[in-house]
């Protein structure tokens, strides 16, 4: 081939020749580019797949929780079925219940009297305890509760509020409400003579006013304000006959609570071996003098922690509380012969009594929860062993303990506690000693015991 003729194209051909090299490199460059972009794409599918199917995961677990809730409901309204139901017309439902309680009781009570007695040689008592009534209602958001009792010779107003649920967990009563005070709503307790805090007004209080209750994040926030205590009913007393202990005003010249803020915050330690509920409470109210002495407050201020594993709870509590008063005579079944400052006059159950100013309240109590699916005659029983003390700060007087060892059985709508207290100081165990100073000075403090069977049918 004649080379004159290739070499006139040759420009020609070196352009195109490096056209194509460019050209490669491009495509090089862009096939480089595809392919993270497609590994790219691939990564945010897995992803995506990831997140979907950790929201399918999420969305399984919220059904199922909720049918578990659906179930609780179920199973709470199926144990309710003896409550008469009311239709208000306007979507809301009142549901009347009660319970009716008998009470046995043998120990240090005294020599025999040949007659129903709670001595030893009487083989104890047997007595009505408590009848009462119990409303509840409910329409919506909007919820209330109303509770009477009826006791031997005395009766009283338990509790009577309305409420509001709030869409953010948050609730609202306004009315005769639980004082929220403690681990719980009977503190550290699950007996039928509860620990020494509710003695001094520091355990299942009622009161008169607005609380409101909201859980934050892992807190549950009890924030209250009360006008007063819930008032005296009906009975021998001048001013206690009443449920919850309160300071009252038997001789016309004492005082009288008023003015009294809350606070209680609870942290909630889950998914743990040994789930934890650890909080604070604190209270501070005034003390309106009725007779010649200034007015008062007083405070109350506790720390207290439940922890559970497996069916075991072990509850416990330590408070300080002082009664800031002038010294004054309070009238009681124990007499006070000067003013002192030393003691304040409490009252419940139709009974006034004295308890010390100022002091330390520490408590612990110990249950186990047994389900019995193999007795047909039992749900569970719930044995216990609890302790509790006021140590007081006045010279001379002595300290008031209180022991009880029992057991609370479960039957379809019977609840029965069997126990034994023991006590050096509480008005309700041992007989010997006049009423009215086991709180305060305690001047016989004996150890004395009681062994009680409380019977009660609820519907």
């Known amino acids: 081939?004649?080379?004159?003729?290739?070499?006139?194209?040759?420009?020609?051909?070196?352009?195109?020749?490096?056209?194509?090299?460019?050209?490669?490199?491009?495509?090089?460059e862009t096939a480089q580019e595809l392919e993270r972009r497609v590994m790219q794409l691939e990564r945010e599918l897995a992803a995506a797949r990831t997140e979907l199917e950790q929201a399918k995961t999420g969305e399984r677990d919220a059904r199922d929780e909720l049918a578990e809730l659906k179930n609780e409901v179920a199973d709470t309204a199926a144990a309710k079925t003896d409550k008469i139901a009311i239709e208000d017309g306007m979507g809301g439902t009142l549901n009347i219940g009660g319970a009716i309680r008998a009470n046995y009781a043998w120990?240090?009570?005294?020599?025999?009297?040949?007659?129903?007695?709670?001595?030893?040689?009487?083989?104890?008592?047997?007595?009505?305890?408590?009848?009462?009534?119990?409303?509840?209602?409910?329409?919506?958001?909007?919820?209330?509760?109303?509770?009477?009792r009826f006791y031997n010779g005395y009766h009283m107003l338990h509790t009577a509020w309305l409420g509001y649920n709030f869409a953010d967990g948050g609730q609202v009563q306004v009315g005769v409400n639980r004082v929220p005070f403690g681990p719980g709503p009977y503190g550290v307790s699950q007996s039928w003579f509860f620990d020494q805090h509710y003695y001094v007004g520091l355990a299942d209080d009622m009161d008169l006013g607005i609380k409101y209750t909201r859980p934050v994040g892992n807190w549950t926030i009890d924030l209250a304000y009360y006008y007063s205590d819930e008032g005296t009913w009906a009975g021998d007393s001048k001013d206690s006959a009443r449920y919850s202990y309160d300071v009252v005003n038997e001789s016309g010249?004492?005082?009288?609570?008023?003015?009294?803020?809350?606070?209680?915050?609870?942290?909630h330690i889950k998914d743990v071996t040994v789930p934890t509920d650890?909080?604070?409470?604190?209270?501070?109210?005034?003390?309106?003098?009725?007779?010649?002495?200034?007015?008062?407050?007083?405070?109350?201020?506790?720390?207290?922690?439940i922890n559970k594993w497996q069916n075991f709870t072990l509850a416990t509590q330590l408070t300080r509380y002082k009664f800031d008063i002038d010294p004054y005579t309070p009238a009681s079944p124990t007499t006070v012969a000067t003013p002192t400052d030393d003691l304040i006059q409490f009252g419940a159950f139709d009974f006034p009594s004295l308890v010390a100013s100022e002091g330390w309240i520490p408590a612990v109590s110990l249950s186990y929860y047994l389900e019995t699916p193999g007795i047909g005659w039992l749900d569970y029983v719930i044995p216990y062993v609890e302790y509790s003390a006021i140590r007081k700060d006045a010279s001379g007087f002595n300290d008031s303990d209180l022991t009880t060892l029992g057991a609370a059985w479960g039957s379809g709508g019977w609840y029965i506690y069997t126990e034994v207290a023991y006590s050096?100081?509480?008005?309700?165990?041992?007989?010997?000693?006049?009423?009215?100073?086991?709180?305060?000075?305690?001047?016989?403090?004996?150890?004395?015991?009681?062994?009680n069977i409380n019977l009660g049918y609820y519907f």
């Open 1 to 28: 081939m004649p080379v004159a003729p290739f070499a006139k194209h040759l420009p020609t051909v070196t352009a195109l020749l490096a056209s194509l090299s460019l050209t490669g490199t491009a495509a090089a």
């Open 107 to 148: 120990g240090d009570y005294g020599p025999k009297t040949g007659g129903p007695s709670r001595a030893e040689g009487d083989d104890g008592n047997m007595t009505l305890d408590t009848f009462r009534i119990n409303l509840d209602y409910v329409n919506d958001q909007v919820i209330g509760k109303a509770e009477y």
């Open 253 to 267: 010249n004492g005082y009288e609570e008023r003015n009294q803020f809350n606070l209680r915050g609870i942290y």
């Open 278 to 305: 650890v909080g604070f409470s604190l209270q501070y109210g005034q003390l309106e003098s009725d007779g010649p002495q200034d007015d008062g407050d007083h405070y109350a201020a506790s720390v207290h922690m």
């Open 424 to 451: 050096t100081g509480n008005e309700f165990v041992g007989g010997e000693t006049a009423f009215g100073d086991r709180l305060g000075a305690n001047a016989d403090d004996d150890g004395q015991y009681r062994y």
